[in-house]
């Protein structure tokens, strides 16, 4: 039997159903435990060949955390190396990784000392291995295990900011284990960045006409000069002024909306979420003063593809000098990707250009080496065009 006003009245039902949604609003989450029980129905992977795990990996002798994420295994491996010292990219990954993992296994690492790797273990007695060397023998260690756990031959490597110091080295020392490196609040020279940071500060000071502002810059110069690391209460100082003035993130003060959302993440406890400001001054202070002298801008050659992803505005780590770097780098391919609408971090800022470039300029990469299921999904996008 065949009812002809059939569509009219299930779009008359359709319509009540979303009129009495309207009427009755949803009640809000009523704690942390509510809220991420959403976000994570919400990410949940469900494909046959889809992989959502969150593990302690053993690493440089200690218990390190790690989230593995994709909707199928077969895809390349993306590990991206959080920055800081202790700035945890894992409890924001959220937001802005869910669309990375249709086409990359995405691995998110709380590095040693920072989020859910230091509250795994007791920091006094993790304080005497936190030193550049033996973090960029942990990056090494983990993508290491990446490779034997996915039996895979190469992997993406992705770096922001501290983690692009790691990144870049282990792209210098392994570029046979790597795709391409990619690097996001790439660091260069840091003395020439934080003197940067400091003119830029000034600038918008004077700009503004901001009297205290330029009175306590003023305090701390000349700031950044020679090789001597920056005082740590100089650094805050600059800090301030430079995430006041959106050198940091562009048109915000500052990472504060990043931060609070860290509380809203499935991967952490309650007792990470508390801890995960507490590591990350830990973190800064056993390593910052070495990481503000580092100079990357040394390195001539990668032997592997080499992907920058900088924010226009970025002073917190200076994309100029990044861009500068680039221009004279060696590597068998290399792109650079302006995000005009960035400060230094990018992935938040300019999430949908993020995903569109890495599936546009990394993942052929991953084809082009005979990798995984990239090729695939490369001729499924095309042939949907």
Known sequence: MRFPGLPFFAALA???GIAALDAQEAPPPA??????????????????????RHEKVRIGGIDQWVSIRGMDKRNPVLLMIHGGPGWVAMPTSWYFQRGWEDYFTVVQWDQRGAGSTYAANDPAAVAPTMTPERMVADAEEMVAWLRKEFERDK????GHSWGSYLGLEVARRHPQWLYAYIGVGQVSDMQASEREGWRFDMEEAQKAGDADAIKELRSIAPYAEGNRPVPLAALQLQR?????YGGMVYGRNGGEAEAAAMALSPEYSDRDVNLVFEAADYSVGKLLSQVLTLDESKV?????PLILLLGRHDHNVSSHLAAAWFEKVRAPSKRLVWFEHSAHEVMIEEPGKTLVSLVQ?????????????????????????
């Open 300 to 304: 001539e050659r990668l032997d592997c």
């Open 31 to 52: 704690n942390r435990a509510a809220a991420i029980k959403i976000i994570g129905d919400l990410r949940r992977i469900v494909t046959p060949e889809g992989i959502e």
């Open 361 to 385: 300029y990394a993942l052929p990469l991953a084809a082009k080496d005979g990798g995984d299921t990239a090729g695939e999904i490369l001729d499924d996008r095309s042939s949907a065009r």
């Open 155 to 158: 992997i993406f490597v992705l």
């Open 14 to 16: 359709l319509c009540a």
């Open 240 to 244: 301030k002024w430079l995430n006041h």
